[in-house]
C-alpha cells in the first residue's frame, strides 16, 4: 500500500508563488510515475504535469513557462513550483503515483491540497 500526503498549498496574490510537495511512503516510488492533477469547483481533474522515472517531464498548455515538477527519489518526495500564479489556477491539487509492477497495473492518489489565488 502506498500513500502520498501533500502539503505546501495556501493561499497567495496574483503573480506570487508556490511550492507544493507530495511525499510517498513504500518501495515503488522510484520505479513510478508521479503526476500533480487539479480540481476546480464544477470542473473536472485535469492534469497538470507528470514526470517519469527517467525524469522525462510533461506539462499542460495551461502552465508552460510557469510550474515546473521535479523528483527527489532519496526522499521519495515529488515537487511542484508554481510561479507567476494566477486566479485561475485557484484548485485542489492532488498527486497521483502510477505505473506497472510485474504484471499489475497501479495507481494510488492523495488527499488533495487546497491552492487559492486572489486577484
Known amino acids: 500500500q502506498v500513500q502520498l500526503v501533500e502539503s505546501g498549498g495556501g493561499l497567495v496574490q496574483a503573480g506570487g508563488s508556490l511550492r507544493l510537495s507530495c511525499a510517498a511512503t513504500?518501495?515503488?516510488?522510484?520505479?513510478?510515475?508521479l503526476g500533480w492533477y487539479r480540481q476546480a469547483p464544477g470542473k473536472q481533474r485535469e492534469l497538470v504535469a507528470s514526470?517519469?522515472?527517467?525524469?522525462?517531464?510533461n506539462y499542460a498548455d495551461f502552465v508552460k513557462g510557469r510550474f515546473t515538477i521535479s523528483r527527489d527519489n532519496a526522499k521519495n518526495t515529488v515537487y511542484l513550483q508554481m510561479n507567476s500564479l494566477k486566479p485561475e489556477d485557484t484548485a485542489v491539487y492532488y498527486c497521483?503515483?502510477?505505473?506497472?509492477?510485474?504484471?499489475?497495473?497501479?495507481?494510488?492518489w492523495g488527499q488533495g491540497t487546497q491552492v487559492t489565488v486572489s486577484s
Open positions: 514526470i517519469t522515472s527517467f525524469g522525462g517531464t
Open positions: 497521483k503515483i502510477w505505473g506497472r509492477l510485474l504484471k499489475y497495473d497501479y495507481e494510488y
Open positions: 513504500g518501495s515503488i516510488f522510484g520505479i513510478s510515475t
